[in-house]
């Protein structure tokens, strides 16, 4: 049987300006397969997508350090694809990506 996680999404640093996350501020929570974020917080497509290729493997019990995304085996970050200046007017969000174990 796999084991299962919760894994809570926070807006960690930003470098340059998001209309959506400031620092600090939590995004949402993954729960096996499927996300759960408070109505007044919107998820940015474009986060979720470079989250897609740590958080999947992350929720399943791969550790953050053997990805190579984190120091911690439960702590994972990654960031937005938004460049940000000079390149465009948005900015660099880094996420924490935090796990912990739930019961079935």
């Known amino acids: ?16 300006v998001c209309p959506l996350y400031k620092p600090g501020q ?5 729960y096996w397969w499927y996300f759960d974020a408070d109505r007044s917080t919107h998820l940015c497509a474009h986060a979720v997508c470079s989250m897609l290729t740590a958080i999947i493997p ?12 984190g120091k911690e085996d439960d ?3 990654v960031q937005c694809p938004d460049p940000g200046p000079p390149y465009t007017c948005g900015g660099t969000v880094v996420f924490r990506l935090e796990r912990e174990r739930v019961k079935d």
């Open 58 to 69: 992350f929720s399943r019990g791969v550790s953050a350090r053997e990805m190579g995304f």
């Open 1 to 16: 049987m796999e084991k299962k996680y919760r894994v809570t999404i926070t807006a960690e640093r930003l470098d340059g």
């Open 26 to 30: 939590k995004v949402g929570e993954l």
């Open 75 to 77: 702590v994972c970050y």
